[in-house]
């Protein structure tokens, strides 16, 4: 039911079993009561966040900066710095991530679990041929001729549509444009086949139109793998792209959570209500006053 | 009526050191800027848009063509490109908020000491309006009282704010000295969207009081369809369409223009059938 | 915890510092007095640290020669900074054909060993502390210009400097108010780093008698003569080898922890 069903042309079949309805029963990721604290001033990043992502499903988690949206992230890969105190719970297929040991968590990144992140510049090593960066997220989980890794990176590429692969393989990162980096960054964080993908505002620093097709390009690119993802933005407009359901991030705590199009017509945390007014720019009249978050939260938006 | 900016078949090309290949950024601009027009430039990254903000504001001098501003030649050749401005003591009167705060200040000089900046002119020359430390230090207040700061904010230090802060800080060092013509660079991408409608109101507000005549670069026709009211759109260095905002906002002509309109990411605006989407999962609280 | 290379470097390098200045007014010795009846003590209630072949104080000569390497290191850096920082910052604001000249200038002088430099000015100049430092001076003026013009080139690629043309603002104002306080962090860790390699220079010169003249104590001479009794007394050659070891330990470990704090990129991960 998760797979196939938006599929928009021929291209981007990976091969993947689809998830079975019994699956759904089973959260693929699941977190529970989950608190965070940074550094020595103790302040709470996170405040008893819980939430449930099936296989195959698209949640966005939005808030502003600071909001706690990229430390939720942080937490599922097990990437919090160690000046962070966790309690709480964060399941993955049942497994408890929370404490586990840095190998077993090492196994699940990139296998299982994969991320894309914000600046695809930073993201890939400068030095390094992209072509070699993806094979050795290939290379750390499975065993296979150096060959074999570069045709599977090479078809990835391809199904990602960057033009002329062979030629994008073997180039720096320099040499290609931000939407490409993130076209390989993407192709990469689907190598393995992961069965969640973690999107930490993944088009925030590309152009709209670029946007548009990474956007359009994930959206395709979730419905052939069947993976789940967790897509982080503070742009209501751009979760609402990609994503079912919404999950919305006020101070450390989950404010509202639900389904889009319910979301959108229904919201009921002010806070919900102001990104919708703020996102929903081209409504307004031309130099009128838009509304603020602030106008909602102080009660006085409309 | 004297046109603030005369654009006249402006190129500029780019020659890397030790290297072969020259980048065209402008190709052949033409574009006359009125007094107290509101211009949006739209065009994506490597569209010559930011190259042309930065001949505006005399950063930079074009490889061929020329620029007026009202008139007189911006920055004439065999001069420092600065000096166009500053011998006629017009620097003041152009000033320009940069895209990303977190680079435009400098993160070593606190809020009053960045706003106060252009107030401090060059010594010695001529025109250059220097204040006195008390004045400078009332106009630093004012001006931040003008963007929705606080007066105890000149003391903090640009990390110790959040990003919509930071831009209004970008603001008013751009305001401090009274200009009448400003340019901003994509004044509102590097913020949350949630915090684009307070910077959006500010700058609408600023540029309705002070009758400023404005040049903003976006990549977002809804951010300039908000604030301006004409529109040059750019494409791999040429101008590809101009008129005014409502019209190509309603009836763009070029496809280029169609494309980044339609790129824009929006809500939906009615509700899709629920039963074609997944049905909400519970969730525990 | 994360200052704690900072505090033990800098204790270090104070006492260091410290014991150099107090030289100059007190010694439990004349650290020049040549007392026969104590050739070759070992540490003792008279002489703490005991005496050399020729019945010296040990300590005394220690003191007198941390002050001969604090005034070199410290002389050779400071110069070796007063010019090389600011020919950095002009060269990485201006990026023009003179520039590139004085980077290769510079580049070609950074080619050239300490040592070769050294005997090199000694043999126009004679043997003296003036020389020592001059040389030293020379051989880390390059560090100083490539350091501060690529940390230069960093701070003006970004927007501020930009804003501050469009505040009216010239090349020195520029160059004064935003390029030097930020590249300043910089400076700290590469002149710490330098002094430490100084401290190295000046006693291998003085070792090789290219530095001061030999009455004058210093800890590379007092090695010297301290080798030829190595095996049979060590102690005129241990005690300035110590020294050596823990003032360079100490001044490196303060420009750890300079680093440490100060380099933002460290500090946001806090």
Known sequence: MTAGTEMSGPRGTLPREVPSASQDSVPLLEAKGLNVWFGRHRRQALRDVSFRLAPGQRLGLIGQSGSGKSVTALAVMGLLPDTARTTGSIRFEGRELLGAPERALAALRGRDIAMVFQEPMTALDPTMRVGRQAAEAVRLHASA???????????????????????????????????QRQRVLLATALLNRPRLILCDEPTTALDVTVQAHVLDLLDRSLAASGAACLFISHDLAVVARVCQDIMVVFDGAIVETGPVARLLANPSHPYTRGLIAAARLDEAAPGSRLPTVEDFLRGTGS | MTAVFTVDHVSQVFQPRRSALAVVALDDVSLTVGKAERWGIVGESGSGKTTLLRLLAGLERPTSGAI??????????????????????????????????????????????????????????????????????????????????????????????????????AIARALAPNPDILLADEPVSALDVSVRAQILNLLTDLVAQMGLTLVLVSHDLGVVRHLCDRVAVLQHGRIVETGPTEQIYARPRQPYTQELLAAVPRLPAVLPPSDERKPPRPLQK | MKRLPLLIGGAMTAVFAFTALLSLFWTPHDPAFVDAAA????????????????????????????????????????????????????????????????????????????????????????????????????ATLPVFVRMSYSATLAVIAQDYIDAARLGGAGSLAIAWRHVLPNIAPNLGVQASASFSTAILAEAGLSYLGLAAPPTTPTWGRMMRDGQTDLFVNPWPAIVPGLAITVAVLGVNLMGDGLRDILDPRLRELR
């Open chain 1, 145 to 179: 001729t150096s060959r074999a890794t570069r045709r599977r990176v090479i078809e990835a590429f391809a199904e990602v549509e960057l033009p002329d692969p062979e030629r994008v393989a073997d180039a720096f990162p320099h040499e290609l444009s931000g939407g």
């Open chain 3, 39 to 138: 050739r070759f003590t070992p540490p003792s209630s008279a002489h703490w640290l005991g005496a050399d072949r020729m019945g010296r104080d040990l300590l005394s000569r220690l003191m007198a020669g941390a002050w001969a390497t604090l005034l070199v290191g410290g002389l050779a850096v400071l110069s070796a900074s007063l010019i090389g920082v600011p020919l950095g910052v002009w060269a990485g604001m201006r990026r023009g054909f003179l520039s590139d000249i004085v980077l290769r200038a510079s580049d070609i002088l950074f080619a050239l060993p300490a040592l070769l430099l050294a005997i090199l000015l000694v043999a126009v100049q004679g043997a003296s502390i003036a020389t020592a430092t001059a040389a030293i001076a020379l």
């Open chain 2, 68 to 169: 007026a501003f009202e008139g007189a030649e911006l920055t004439p050749a065999g001069r420092d490109s600065q000096r166009g401005f500053q011998d006629r003591g017009l620097r003041s009167r152009v000033q320009l908020v940069f895209q990303d705060p977190r680079s435009s200040l400098d993160p070593r000089m606190t809020v009053g000491a960045i706003v106060a900046e252009p107030l401090r002119g060059r010594r010695r020359r001529a025109g250059a309006s220097s204040l006195s430390r008390p004045d400078r230090a009332a106009r630093t207040a004012e001006v931040l009282a003008a963007v929705g700061l606080s007066a105890d904010a000149a003391r903090r230090y640009p990390h110790e704010l959040s990003g919509g802060q930071r831009q209004r800080v």
